[in-house]
């Protein structure tokens, strides 16, 4: 599928618009869809719960699909409130009718945040039909114990036990999710037939206004999955964006006190973000990098230098290029603190900066003139190499472009491949290690924190990005890679 996906919630209303199709076409046309919407049902409900339920016949609900599936093109379907079997039963009917079936994520609702029934009991029973016709499906731990016919679980561990046996009864994709959960945590997992394929940890957010929360997650999995077309990836999208609106919830004060209010569905689009990309997301470049992330890792240098085999004169002529390198990816961070949109992240790069030659630098002296007086001056002679200057040239073009975002994206690798390599090295003894200091230094927590923070900021400015410019962060990150593989290769190809 090219272009934006259109994508159609079957579902009930909700005319306080935080759950039901309102919540779905929110969430659709903040992901990046196109919404449509046929009704099941229309509730009367506010913030405070639902007061009454009217059903159209099926016929008018198959009348609505049918029309609907003979003019527009459907890439994705989230089904959502059915209310009673017969409605169900025409969904999976035309499902069944149609000449090629789009992707279906189904959220089985049964229960609303404010704790009114939105289907028959009788009706769950014939959920199952529907369920083996969808893709994924997204029940909350209340219908989860009910769909497998057993109680609420009261732990996660429980719970994976319980969505494992339902996708496994229907062959189908089941997201857990802990919004139910008791406690600070609020983890979700995306579990097949074979067990979990994506897992999430996060804290919950201290709010009561999470109505229409199931609602809106599942649209936005119908949409993200229909531009990506990768659950796990479309899950993690749809999950953080959940959770931002969520975070944003409060401001909006919907409702009296006592009941549950909306999310901030536009919370993201109103900051400037465009909808959510895995192409925009600096964990999606990382993923990308992992073929050179294992060849780095064979490096006969890194390998020396974790065992601490290396011949000091090798390791004196990588210190000695690197600090070539850190003398100019300092200014080059001071550039980045220049062109920062705001002073919190210009203060970052400029710490960032200053810390390069305070610690890095000085722990490269030390090692290259033991004991000798760090005076500022440079204890080495080198000129750079073929390896340092095209690294730095590239980093170099990137800051003469002038695009901020382009810069963070260059400069990241200098942080990300070091703090991980310092961080899987850091269970190494350093009893007697001669370069023990070195992997304390990219092993340190404070490190490990100043790298997140990089990536932080590069991922705020990539999600705002237009697709061409977050094409071009996402080049100069690679190449940079490419740079810090050759740049640790180097000085095991020539003899110091
Ligand atoms: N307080 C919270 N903090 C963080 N995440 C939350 C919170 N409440 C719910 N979520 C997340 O929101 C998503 C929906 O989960 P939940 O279990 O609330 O679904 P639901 O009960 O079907 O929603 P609803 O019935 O309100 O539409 C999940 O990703 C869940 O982890
Ligand atoms: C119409 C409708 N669908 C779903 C839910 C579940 O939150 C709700 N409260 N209302």
Redesign the pocket.
Known sequence: MSGIPHVLAVAGSDPSGG?GVQ?DIKSIMACGGYGMAALTALTAQSTQGVSAVHAPPTGFLRQQLDTLASDVRIDAVKIGMLGTAAAIDTVSAWLDALPERPPVVL?P?M???SGDRLLDPEAERALHGLIARADVV??????LAALVDEPVARDWGVALRQVRGLAARHDVLV?A?????DGPR???ALVGPDGPIAT?D??????TS?????????SALATLYARERDWPWATRL??AW??RA??AADALDVGRPGG?GPLHHAHALWSGERPPRRSAEPDAWWEDIAALRRELDEVWFVRQLADGSLDPARFAAYLEQDALYLGAYARLLERASELAPDSAESAFWAEAARRCVTEELALHRSYLAPGGADDGSSPHAAAPSAETAAYLAHLERAAQAGDHAVLVAALLPCFWLYQDLGARLASVSREGHPYAEWLDAYGDPGFASATAEAIAWTRRAARAASDDRVARMRAAFETSCRHELAFFAQTGATTP
Not at 138 to 143: D, F, G, K, Y
Not at 210 to 218: A, D, N, Q, R, V
């Open positions: 759950a919540a959220d609702v229960v609303a945040t997204t029940p909350n731990l209340p219908e997201l999710k802990g919004g139910h959960l609020c983890p979700d999430f996060d804290e919950r957010i201290p709010t999470t109505h229409g929360t199931g609602c809106s997650l599942s749809a999950r959940v959770r969520i975070e549950h």
